[in-house]
């Protein structure tokens, strides 16, 4: 599975950015998760067909969406602090009979793949 994310980059604290996704197959349950040196996975998001969820953490400055006429995925990332450092990756679920949550993109690697990341710095 492909998955190629862009859009990361250096930006001041309460500046936003907005993330993409590329993916070269539709896939129903896609994600966000993010990994800061030092500390593990956490989850940011996933859009299923019932819709987005995105992490407490976050839910109030960062919103996800997709196009899937383009099998695109995107993080509207708002309100940014350096807490929000870290590498970003598009992921996507591997098998349909696992969740599509934003806990189980944080704790089972396994059930996902993942792109290369993008970086996000916040200063």
């Known amino acids: 599975v492909q998955l190629v994310e862009s859009g990361g980059g250096s930006v001041q604290a309460g500046g936003s950015l907005t993330l993409s996704c590329e993916s070269l197959?539709?896939?129903?349950?896609m994600a966000w998760f993010r990994q800061a040196p030092g500390k593990g996975r956490e989850g940011v998001a996933v859009?299923?067909?019932?819709?987005?969820t995105v992490a407490d953490s976050v839910k109030d400055r960062f919103t996800v969406s997709r196009d899937n006429a383009k099998n695109s995925f995107y993080l509207q990332m708002n309100q940014l602090t350096p807490e929000d450092t870290a590498m970003y990756f598009c992921?996507?679920?591997?098998?349909?009979?696992?969740?599509?949550?934003?806990?189980?993109?944080?704790?089972?690697?396994?059930?996902?793949?993942r792109g290369q990341g993008t970086q996000v710095t916040v200063s």
């Open positions: 859009i299923d067909h019932d819709g987005p």
């Open positions: 992921a996507a679920r591997k098998f349909a009979w696992t969740s599509c949550t934003v806990e189980d993109l944080g704790i089972n690697e396994d059930n996902w793949y």
């Open positions: 197959y539709s896939r129903q349950c």
